[in-house]
């Protein structure tokens, strides 16, 4: 479904992104850790036909987003890090706004709405203004616009970071409903909570570069971490981030970054 | 010269009319702004109308009148055309500043799609508060009146649609260098101040009360309208939005680094001079036209001689009634003046003071020759204006060149280092064109 080969990325002189290669098969998700700074997200406007490549190629659903970013940014659902609503107006409004432009038949937008405002329990919400939703709300209803559409891969940085545990759950229940139906995922985050619920493969940035991408299994290999030496058990994923980055002379800062995420 | 293409770009009618009324629902959304809005372009009218009635009826004289009510519709218009700068800059910078830009920059809509909606809704906005204060400007003072200048109000309605349209584009090329509404702001004066000048020659055109100027002035303010429509869609985006904030510490030293680079590399003087052959044809041209329309403005009494004459006395008086050294370097120092004056203005007049370094002397020779004969005009620039002119042409090509780059927007970005690479060529012309300079005002007063 998105296959990145040698993706390049510079502003000016400055790298943002060097040298990464993923796939992600459809139904498959990707997470993408790294401190702020690391080039998730200048690689998730890359993948998304946004931005164009300084170099390397990204292709999604088969088409390569040089030739076509706008057939790209059909297919693909991104959801950035600031939701970027329009504050007058209603989310009902807005989501139909947004339906109009990825062309999907007036009742079908109606009833995807009506059915995703249900499912985030913001139903009641619906006719109510943006700019008075919280930030949560807010954050729920970019998920439900960057994933109204039905697309084949949904692109989405930090998408649970101002959500309540319970409502991060549903979210989270939510991708992996998508992911079942055939959705390809690529989720950018701090949270190595989330990374561990929804991940097929990890990769792992750091200045633009991936350290490392792979499964739990691949990645504990790379780590050189065997089992936690205090409690004797496999490691988790916050140890092996650190294990890595830490490998890569990544700073004490990012650990802490990481550490608090 | 650097090949533009132009092109104009395919959009999707109903993707256009999606962004445009959502945009326009946004603007009319909020009723505090509304009511400003609508009770400014109302309450102007309804004054001024009055006003000029009043004077009518209390024999305040049918010339004055009249030219009153000319003056009345165009600060009428002027007010709402002045909200367009205003929507204009929230629908831009205001949306990206919110982050609300980037998101329907990730959808499949084009940039045209976005750029096209965002101006259509913004010139609806404005353009019916233009028309509905003119419209009731009309009722209100023409009614009975016995005089009704259709041909000067058209002349002012379509010179209104394109002030509107040169000023939305002027803030999108604002939303492409400000990422918040306070910068937005202040560089808006970039926009307001040559408005400003705009509006008073305009103003000036409708004391005149000549219909034929006015409809000169109309199609110059569509061809502005156009090119900074042109260069506004050219610099919209996705890539220029939404390039990060990456290396911008330091202004100064980048500042210092980007001017250097400037200069670095740049062709040589006879290099540049065939590089640039194209602009300074255009130069060249300059001269004989200006000749030409000064003949034409002299002969036909177009541009009264009561006009002109002030400036060639000014020129006169200017070489100084001094000594020979004296009146050469009040010479040289009038030209030098002037060749720094034109790159200046070079950006902000897109190139158009580069044309006039050549136009203007052309016209005034001409008008001259009009007022006495060629021969008696061509003896006052002969010998000096054998190295005068040729610098000149040089110099206006250089400048139309700098406009032409400052007009070219690319979606890569990268305007300011064009702009500085076309600034240093003129720079380091100057080191021919000053001694050329020096050199022709020693031939005049020695020579002349």
Redesign the interface.
């Known amino acids: 479904m998105l296959e990145v080969r040698n993706l390049a990325k510079r502003y000016g002189d400055v790298p943002a992104l060097q040298e990464l290669t993923v796939r992600v098969e459809a139904g498959q998700c990707l997470i993408l850790l790294g401190r702020n700074g690391a080039g998730k997200t200048t690689a998730l406007r890359c993948m998304a036909g946004v931005l164009v490549p300084s170099a390397g190629e990204v292709r999604v659903d088969g088409i390569d987003a040089s030739d076509d970013p706008a057939g790209v940014r059909a297919r693909v659902g991104l959801m950035p890090e600031v939701p970027g609503l329009y504050e007058r107006m209603s989310a009902r409004a807005y989501l139909d706004y947004f339906g109009a432009i990825y062309d999907i038949e007036p009742s079908v937008r109606r009833r995807r709405i009506g059915e995703l405002l249900e499912l985030f329990e913001l139903s009641g919400a619906g006719d109510r203004w943006l700019g008075t939703f919280s930030k949560g709300m807010r954050q729920k209803v970019a998920l439900i616009r960057a994933t109204l559409h039905r697309p084949k891969l949904v692109l989405a940085d930090e998408p649970t970071s101002a959500l309540d545990p319970d409502s991060a759950r549903r979210a989270w229940s939510y991708l992996q409903d998508l992911q079942k139906d055939g959705c390809a995922l690529v989720i950018c985050t701090h949270s190595m909570e989330e990374a561990e619920h929804l991940a097929g493969d990890i990769g792992i940035m750091s200045a633009g570069r991936a350290l490392a991408v792979g499964n739990m299994v691949e990645l504990r290999r790379e780590s050189g971490l065997k089992v936690r030496q205090e409690v004797r058990e496999l490691p988790t994923l916050q140890d092996i981030y650190l294990a890595i980055v830490g490998n890569h002379g990544g700073d004490r800062r990012e650990l802490a970054e990481t550490r608090t995420a | 010269m650097e090949a533009i293409a132009v092109s104009w770009p395919k959009l999707e009618q109903r993707?256009v009319a999606?962004v445009a009324r959502?945009d326009l629902?946004?603007a009319v959304?909020?009723l505090r702004l509304i009511i400003a809005m609508v009770g400014l372009t109302l309450a102007i009218p309804i004054g001024v109308g009055s006003g000029v009635r009043a004077m009518a009826l209390f024999g305040g004289g049918t010339a004055v009148v009249n030219r009153l009510s000319l003056v009345g519709a165009f600060f009428v218009v002027f007010i709402p055309a002045s909200f367009s700068l205003v929507l204009a800059l929230e629908s831009f910078v205001g949306e990206r500043e919110?982050?609300?830009?980037?998101?329907l920059?990730?959808?499949?809509?084009?940039e045209a799609e976005i750029y096209a909606g965002k101006i259509a809704a913004v010139l609806c906005v404005s353009l019916t508060l233009c028309y509905g204060g003119l419209i009731v400007y009309c009722l209100i003072t023409f009614a009975g009146l016995g005089y009704f200048p259709v041909d000067i109000l058209l002349a002012l309605g379509l010179s209104t649609i394109c002030q509107v349209a040169a000023m939305v584009a002027g803030a999108v090329i604002i939303s492409l260098n400000a990422r918040t509404m306070r910068a937005a702001n202040v560089m808006a004066s970039f926009i307001i101040l040559p408005m400003s000048v705009v509006l008073q020659v305009e103003a000036a055109l409708i004391l005149l009360g000549r219909a034929e100027f006015l409809w000169c002035f109309a199609l110059l303010m569509t061809v502005l309208a156009i090119v900074l429509l042109r260069m506004g869609f050219n610099g919209f985006s996705?890539?220029a939005l939404?390039?990060?904030d990456?290396?911008l510490r330091h202004p100064l030293r980048r500042a210092i680094g980007a001017v250097r680079a400037g200069f670095a590399q740049r062709p040589g003087f006879l290099r540049l001079l065939w590089m640039r052959r194209i602009p300074m044809l255009i130069a060249a041209a300059g001269f004989p036209i200006g000749a030409l329309a000064g003949f034409l403005a002299g002969s036909t009494s177009a541009v009264p001689p009561s006009v002109v004459r002030p400036v060639l006395s000014s020129l006169v008086r200017a070489a100084g009634d001094g000594g020979a050294l004296e009146t050469a370097l009040a010479i040289f120092a009038h030209n030098l003046l002037a060749f720094l004056l034109v790159a200046v203005l070079a950006i902000l007049t897109l190139g158009l003071s580069g044309f006039l370094l050549t136009f203007v002397p052309g016209f005034l020779l001409g008008f001259a020759a009009a007022l006495s004969s060629w021969t008696i005009a061509l003896t006052g620039i002969v010998p000096n204006g054998l190295v005068e002119i040729p610098a000149a042409i040089i110099a206006g090509g250089l400048l139309i060149q700098v406009g032409a780059t400052a007009m070219h927007m690319d979606e890569r970005g990268g305007w300011s280092a064009r702009v500085l690479a076309a600034l240093a060529d003129y720079i380091r012309a100057l080191r021919w064109l000053v001694p050329a300079l020096a050199v022709a005002a020693v031939l005049e007063v020695w020579l002349g």
């Not at chain 2, 919110?98 to 998101?103: C, S």
């Not at chain 2, 920059?105 to 084009?110: D, E, G, V």
């Open positions: 993707k999606l959502r629902r946004d959304s909020e919110r982050t609300t830009l980037e998101v920059l990730s959808t499949p809509l084009r996705r890539e939404l390039a990060r990456v290396g």
